[in-house]
């Protein structure tokens, strides 16, 4: 937070480990490596004029920095995008509009610059594959034409590619093995799933016809530039999509659906029942039963419950107090994560009148069995 980064206990949330950096953090990547690692982005100058720059790779069990690097500087245009980072493997990808690098994640040497001409990545998504959203030279800016690639780690060379529709752009990557995807049309506005072979050819397109769905994809400190990863709400195992409905507001409660599409038909397989008066949002695969969160009402804390792979009722796990709903429900725009059968729940966005303020706002909530 701000310009700190700080280690929690997950038993018992006492703090274990406190990095200060030195100016404000203006970028990360949105999970660590297999090794444990994370890196964060930190602006390069204090004052006008400051680019999110300036790279800290992080241990995360000892609270140690690894090495420090620096994103070139750019000129004029190409100097005002911000930076989204990533891991795939061993590399960490920086992508910004018309600029792209990738990093050695063991000692943060520069591994490749990508492409400054024709086709140009703008974003990468990390995990399983390296994946890179791509801009390419158009006549018309109504008329935007994007890419989709994996990417080689180890050169930033693409071993496939897929053409989005003519108008279609790449929006977010809701997976990167199996590979899905959202892409958005401006004119008229419209928004679609795809899901990808391992080879970059289509799957299925998802048919999720007129029904309005409920994913989260926070920004993540990006202003001017895109971040294709960070979205909540949704999860994917080799086979299948699993999606939320938005909530169903009324005397009945805000109650959904969670939704099972089949990736290699796109058609949904089968719909399940938040089972509450609350919205419930896929989380995770745990084995082939599906983790959802459910949320919590002013009255009543949220829970975490598991949907057989056949669909029907979920069956509750993990039943949130009472007495913490209040701090539950304070968190803005959570993120959840289900490890070992405890759940942690994290605000993404904190802000209060003033430091002092900001300092006291709850920003994660733990339960345990």
Sequence with gaps: ???????????????????????????????????????????????????????????????????????PEEKGFLGLSDHTLTISGNTLAAGATGVS??????DGKQLFTGPRSGCK?????????????????????KKPKHQLQQIDPATGKARWTFNAPA??????????????????KREPKSWTVVALKPDGTLRAPIAGGKEKFRVGCGGSFVIFGQNLEGCQGVV???????????PVRGTG?????????????????????????TAAVPVRMDGRNLIVYREPSYGSGGAVA??????????TLLRHPRSAAKTENSLYSVNVLYEAGSVYLAA????AANDREELKTPTMLAFGP
Excluded: H
């Design 1 to 71: 937070m701000y310009k700190q980064v700080v280690g929690y206990s997950a038993t018992d949330g006492g703090k274990k480990w406190t990095v200060p950096l030195e100016r404000e953090i203006c970028s990360a990547t949105p999970r660590p490596s297999a090794g444990g690692t994370i890196v964060v982005g930190i602006k390069d100058r204090i004052g006008s004029g400051a680019r999110c720059r300036d790279l800290r790779s992080i241990d995360l069990g000892t609270g140690k920095v690894i090495w420090k690097a620096q994103i």
């Design 101 to 106: 690098y990738g990093f050695s994640l063991k």
């Design 121 to 141: 990545p703008f974003a990468y998504a990390g995990g399983a594959r390296l994946l890179a959203a791509v801009s390419c030279p158009t006549g018309d800016y």
């Design 167 to 184: 108008g279609w752009e790449i929006d977010k990557v809701y997976s990167a093995d199996p590979v899905v995807v959202s892409l958005v």
């Design 236 to 246: 994917a195992d080799p086979n299948t999509l699993y999606l939320a409905t938005e």
């Design 253 to 277: 409660g805000g109650g959904n659906q969670i939704v099972a599409f089949d990736l290699n038909t796109g058609r949904p397989t089968w719909r399940a029942p938040s089972g509450g008066e």
């Design 306 to 315: 598991s949907i057989a792979p056949a669909g029907g009722p979920p069956k």
């Design 348 to 351: 993404r966005r904190v802000s």
